[in-house]
């Protein structure tokens, strides 16, 4: 990760062609281009007059602008420190940096390979980072969620020689209040063949990037815990791999939630949403949320309804949809609402059991409509990502791959309610 500090001597050479006009949004931008096209190994920026959210936000920028994921054995050079000169706001230089760190963890975790990154490493890599900030890491197994009727996670999971892990990472400050419990659901498949629905093989080249979400609430608790954030925040993982067997779940299986709900297969592709119900009725019955959000990368329609850039967002709660769309204007990771709309809920029926899993179009409705019964009626939104967690090509501060989406947006939210 690129090295950004306070310049505390003149050695560094001058880089020139910064603009360092504009708002947070634009200033993230720029240095992201910036950084994306320099050549000098280290240099200095001088950045008088920035303060606030600006600097944070060109800090964030020229992090996440200088970012490369490669397992090459001749990587691309990028450079290595970046020194400021005229900080006169260092609380903003560290909350820059602690946005873009939470990104660059982010966006690790998405791009490992699935060669390593099954949900056991998934869940390693989660122990291993919060343990240090005073974050709580509980790692469930397979014989833990059959006990306790994660029927979801294990079908999803059951077609893979790695087996699945139900992460649970808490977060509790002293003296807070007890009823204020921030809960955030991740979706954590490290890769989706689709099934037995398999995916054609184009589309499943990214699929390793499918545990977007997951990543997104590990790296948000992260960056929440390093801030001391007076705010009581749990991440759930519910992490597998969606794999081809002779032990594969499949169309016309009927499983069994946490809580006892009942879904029809129809579609093993569809199984973001599977493991996300586990999870979802797991913290509505066992951790008393105040608010739950849950963020994955689960319908193809949303990239059809909003493209590439904005993600879309569902909420039971006005007040919480503004909140989420206030936090990733802020953070440069737009939201768009979008309804739950009962007039679909009649595509869920199911003959033989309480909710089809692939109800159809509007896929990205549908799909929400079938994760709300086991919310409890708590204050709930769905965040759908499937748009922006990925990047085709680098462009600013959004790199190839998997962009991070996520991390900074819930971490502002969470912060917002302190």
Same mark, same amino acid.
């Given at each position: 990760?690129?090295?950004?500090?306070?310049?505390?001597?003149?050695?560094?050479?001058?880089?020139?062609?910064?603009?360092?006009?504009?708002?947070?949004?634009?200033?993230?931008?720029?240095?992201?281009?910036?950084?994306?096209?320099? @050549? *000098?190994?280290? %240099?200095? !920026?001088? /950045? =008088?007059?920035?303060?606030? +959210?600006? $600097? #944070?936000?060109?800090?964030? &920028?020229?992090?996440?602008?200088?970012?490369?994921?490669?397992?090459?054995?001749?990587?691309?050079?990028?450079?290595?420190?970046?020194?400021?000169?005229?900080?006169?706001?260092?609380?903003?230089?560290?909350?820059?940096?602690?946005?873009?760190?939470?990104?660059?963890?982010?966006?690790?975790?998405?791009?490992?390979?699935?060669?390593?990154?099954?949900?056991?490493?998934?869940?390693?890599?989660?122990?291993? @980072? *919060?343990?240090? %900030?005073? !974050?709580? /890491? =509980?790692?469930?197994?397979? +014989?833990? $969620? #059959?006990?306790?009727?994660? &029927?979801?996670?294990?079908?999803?999971?059951?077609?893979?020689?790695?087996?699945?892990?139900?992460?649970?990472?808490?977060?509790?400050?002293?003296?807070?209040?007890?009823?204020?419990?921030?809960?955030?659901?991740?979706?954590?498949?490290?890769?989706?063949?689709?099934?037995?629905?398999?995916?054609?093989?184009?589309?499943?080249?990214?699929?390793?990037?499918?545990?977007?979400?997951?990543?997104?609430?590990?790296?948000?608790?992260?960056?929440?815990?390093?801030?001391?954030?007076?705010?009581?925040?749990?991440?759930?993982?519910?992490?597998?791999?969606?794999?081809?067997?002779?032990?594969?779940?499949?169309?016309?299986?009927?499983?069994?939630?946490?809580?006892?709900?009942?879904?029809?297969?129809?579609?093993?592709?569809?199984?973001?949403?599977?493991?996300?119900?586990?999870?979802?009725?797991?913290?509505?019955?066992?951790?008393?949320?105040?608010?739950?959000?849950?963020?994955?990368?689960?319908?193809?329609?949303?990239?059809?309804?909003?493209?590439?850039?904005?993600?879309?967002?569902?909420?039971?709660?006005?007040?919480?949809?503004?909140?989420?769309?206030?936090?990733?204007?802020?953070?440069?990771?737009?939201?768009?609402?979008?309804?739950?709309?009962?007039?679909?809920?009649?595509?869920?029926?199911?003959?033989?059991?309480?909710?089809?899993?692939?109800?159809?179009?509007?896929?990205?409705?549908?799909?929400?409509?079938?994760?709300?019964?086991?919310?409890?009626?708590?204050?709930?939104?769905?965040?759908?990502?499937?748009?922006?967690?990925?990047?085709?090509?680098?462009?600013?501060?959004?790199?190839?791959?998997?962009?991070?989406?996520?991390?900074?947006?819930?971490?502002?939210?969470?912060?917002?309610?302190?």
């Amino acid at each position: 990760m690129l090295d950004v500090r306070v310049a505390r001597d003149e050695q560094a050479p001058a880089a020139e062609g910064v603009d360092l006009s504009g708002d947070a949004a634009a200033l993230r931008l720029a240095a992201g281009r910036f950084a994306r096209g320099l @050549e *000098l190994d280290v %240099c200095a !920026v001088d /950045v =008088t007059g920035l303060r606030g +959210s600006r $600097l #944070a936000a060109f800090v964030e &920028g020229l992090v996440l602008g200088a970012y490369r994921f490669t397992r090459s054995s001749k990587p691309v050079a990028a450079p290595s420190r970046v020194e400021l000169i005229g900080v006169d706001d260092e609380q903003a230089l560290a909350d820059g940096l602690r946005y873009a760190r939470a990104t660059v963890w982010a966006r690790n975790l998405a791009n490992t390979p699935a060669s390593t990154k099954t949900p056991q490493w998934l869940a390693g890599e989660a122990s291993r @980072e *919060l343990g240090g %900030c005073g !974050v709580a /890491v =509980t790692v469930r197994d397979e +014989s833990w $969620l #059959a006990e306790h009727g994660f &029927g979801g996670l294990l079908a999803v999971g059951s077609g893979s020689v790695a087996p699945p892990r139900f992460v649970e990472a808490a977060w509790r400050p002293r003296g807070v209040r007890a009823a204020e419990h921030v809960v955030l659901v991740g979706k954590g498949i490290t890769f989706d063949t689709g099934g037995l629905n398999i995916k054609p093989g184009d589309s499943m080249r990214t699929m390793h990037t499918d545990m977007s979400g997951a990543a997104a609430v590990l790296a948000a608790v992260r960056a929440v815990a390093q801030a001391r954030v007076p705010v009581r925040v749990t991440a759930l993982v519910a992490s597998a791999e969606n794999s081809v067997s002779g032990s594969s779940f499949r169309p016309g299986d009927v499983i069994r939630h946490v809580g006892g709900r009942t879904s029809e297969i129809t579609n093993t592709d569809a199984e973001g949403r599977l493991v996300l119900a586990d999870a979802l009725a797991y913290a509505a019955a066992r951790l008393d949320p105040s608010v739950m959000v849950d963020i994955a990368t689960l319908t193809g329609a949303m990239k059809v309804a909003l493209g590439l850039r904005t993600a879309g967002v569902f909420a039971t709660s006005d007040q919480l949809a503004r909140a989420l769309v206030k936090a990733g204007s802020a953070t440069g990771e737009p939201l768009w609402r979008l309804p739950i709309d009962d007039d679909y809920a009649a595509a869920l029926d199911s003959y033989i059991a309480d909710a089809d899993n692939a109800a159809g179009n509007p896929g990205a409705i549908t799909a929400a409509l079938f994760l709300r019964p086991f919310t409890a009626g708590l204050p709930w939104a769905h965040l759908d990502i499937a748009g922006p967690a990925r990047a085709t090509a680098d462009d600013a501060a959004v790199s190839r791959g998997g962009t991070g989406f996520g991390a900074r947006l819930l971490t502002h939210w969470v912060e917002s309610l302190a």
